[in-house]
């Protein structure tokens, strides 16, 4: 689950101090909106995430827990919404698990879970959450584009704030889900809201006027002094994702906006109180291959 993304506006302090030590490993000079391909984009979240799991742990470890399925940062959670369903004796796949935390929770409630992520620094923190829990899943590295496993071989298929928002091409991803899925399996995740992306990266007061096109779809690219991309995010609308999940044959069951809760404090990032009574941080897909 992502806290450095959606608004291609400038980095405000606080964003600058979360993620100071992966700008600077990398030589993050500054900021680009450009078409950015399949491999730079890769390259460049893999060396991304690498540099920022550390800080990304010690940060949000404790919200997300070591067995604990979090969908957002509204703190929606799988085992009050079962948006999977039952996954009793189901083998589920995770895309972009992070430090791998909703598959242990999917393996503590009787599901076959196996997780992928593109980053090896995120996987370490996930196998350091198998040691510490002793609930075993396993670690695949791997693109979401190029899913390492045969065709058919799940029962369903999850992401929080995972992979979808790095890749270049959401049909891609689609397919290789679609691929790997059994007839009639869901397909369930969340997203940061596209509404976000017009916002400026700000959990403030600042962050609640419009300066970004909703519909102006050009990367927002983070780039070195050469001009190389250190951190790579694509913008989807809503209408996007519907569109690209119907033609990668999955039919969308529902589309939860979660509201902000009553008593939840935290910011996470460009989530805030603030912002979260007044408009959505979070888009959950839940859908099932056709």
């Known amino acids: 689950m992502s806290d450095h993304s959606a608004a291609p506006a400038s980095d405000t302090a606080d964003t600058a101090d979360r993620h100071a030590h992966a700008e600077l490993q990398l030589g993050t000079a500054g900021v680009a909106y450009r078409t950015v391909a399949g491999g730079e984009a890769a390259a460049a979240n893999l060396a991304w995430w690498d540099a920022d799991a550390d800080d990304y742990q010690a940060t949000h470890g404790e919200f997300l827990g070591d067995a604990d399925f979090v969908w957002c940062p509204e703190g929606v959670r799988e085992e009050d919404v079962r948006l999977l369903g039952d996954v009793r004796g189901r083998r589920v796949l995770e895309v972009g698990c992070g430090q791998a935390a909703c598959s242990r929770w999917l393996s503590s409630a009787g599901a076959d879970a196996v997780a992928t992520d593109l980053s090896g620094g995120m996987l370490r923190h996930a196998h350091e959450g198998n040691e510490r829990t002793g609930v075993t899943v396993p670690l695949v590295q791997a693109n979401a584009e190029y899913l390492p496993f045969a065709s058919g071989s799940f029962d369903a298929a999850c992401s929080a704030f995972g992979a979808l928002p790095f890749v270049p091409s959401l049909a891609t991803v689609f397919a290789e889900v679609h691929r790997v899925l059994r007839p009639g399996s869901p397909w369930v995740f969340s997203v940061t809201h596209p509404m976000r992306w017009i916002f400026p990266d700000d959990p403030g007061p600042l962050g609640l006027t419009v300066t970004q096109p909703y519909f ?66 979070t888009a959950i897909f839940r859908t099932r291959r056709s």
Do not use: C, I, M, N
């Open 216 to 281: 102006d779809r050009t990367p927002y690219v983070e780039v070195d002094d050469d001009g190389e991309a250190t951190y790579v995010e694509y913008h989807r609308t809503l209408g996007d994702y519907v569109r690209a999940l119907a033609a990668g044959g999955f039919a969308l069951e529902d589309l939860l906006e979660p509201e902000w809760p009553e008593g939840h404090t935290r910011t996470w990032g460009q989530w805030s109180p603030l912002r979260g009574k007044l408009f959505p941080g």
